[in-house]
T-cell receptor, first 115, second 115 residues
Framework: AQSVTQLDSQVPVFEEAPVELRCNYS??????LFWYVQYPNQGLQLLLKYLSGSTLVKGINGFEAEFNKSQTSFHLRKPSVHISDTAEYFCAVSEWERGSYKYIFGTGTRLKVLA | DAGVIQSPRHEVTEMGQEVTLRCKPISGHNSLFWYRQTMMRGLELLIYFNNNVPIDDSGMPEDRFSAKMPNASFSTLKIQPSEPRDSAVYFCASSLRTSGTGELFFGEGSRLTVL
């Protein structure tokens, strides 16, 4: 079964500084990878996804992620963060099982943007 | 378009009582997922359905938990009897495609507190 590891449970960063949130997954024949964001008291929303093609994926709110097959990583980056980016971020992978796909999430990284 | 609708948003109950959480997926979506979120365990997949059929319920904690999807527009997650350790936020999510590339759309969650 697939697994997803988010190495940092919390990341504090000052406003306008760059940030990288790390994600590693267990290897598989084919992998679909996702990043979701959760604002307080809300459900998760899709930030971006990697399906195939270019390894650099751009998402909403200025975020991007790079798929690295050799390192089985899918790190999320933003060159300059805002206070409004304070939220929890989840990396996820989809896994084929019994004729259907299911989605496995990492434990999340809480991003705290400081003024 | 209405998103995934969950009810109730908040539920406070006493140990031993039955709890029923409800979910209405987005119209036309053919996959539905139930997740549980806690500080200790993060986001756990409990069960998922494809075309109303349960595919994998291995994440259901124990026999006290049950889930049904009687039709394409409605699903329930029931806990009977409830225990304090069941306190968590329960999310329902739906997806249009079963290819693993589709986006998961989450409801706002049902926050359950068992006293």
């Amino acid at each position: 079964a697939q697994s997803v590891t988010q190495l940092d449970s919390q990341v504090p960063v000052f406003e306008e500084a760059p940030v990288e949130l790390r994600c590693n997954y267990s290897s598989s024949v084919s992998v679909y990878l996702f990043w979701y964001v959760q604002y307080p008291n809300q459900g998760l929303q899709l930030l971006l996804k990697y399906l195939s093609g270019s390894t650099l994926v751009k998402g909403i709110n200025g975020f991007e992620a790079e798929f690295n097959k050799s390192q089985t990583s899918f790190h999320l980056r933003k060159p300059s963060v805002h206070i409004s980016d304070t939220a929890e971020y989840f990396c996820a992978v989809s896994e084929w099982e019994r004729g259907s796909y299911k989605y496995i999430f990492g434990t999340g990284t809480r991003l705290k943007v400081l003024a | 378009d209405a998103g995934v609708i969950q009810s109730p948003r908040h539920e406070v109950t006493e140990m031993g009582q039955e709890v029923t959480l409800r979910c209405k997926p987005i119209s036309g979506h053919n996959s539905l997922f139930w997740y549980r979120q806690t500080m200790m365990r993060g986001l756990e997949l409990l069960i998922y359905f494809n075309n109303n059929v349960p595919i994998d319920d291995s994440g259901m904690p124990e026999d006290r938990f049950s889930a049904k999807m009687p039709n394409a527009s409605f699903s329930t997650l029931k806990i009977q009897p409830s225990e304090p350790r069941d306190s968590a936020v329960y999310f329902c999510a739906s997806s249009l495609r079963t290819s693993g590339t589709g986006e998961l759309f989450f409801g706002e969650g049902s926050r359950l507190t068992v006293l």
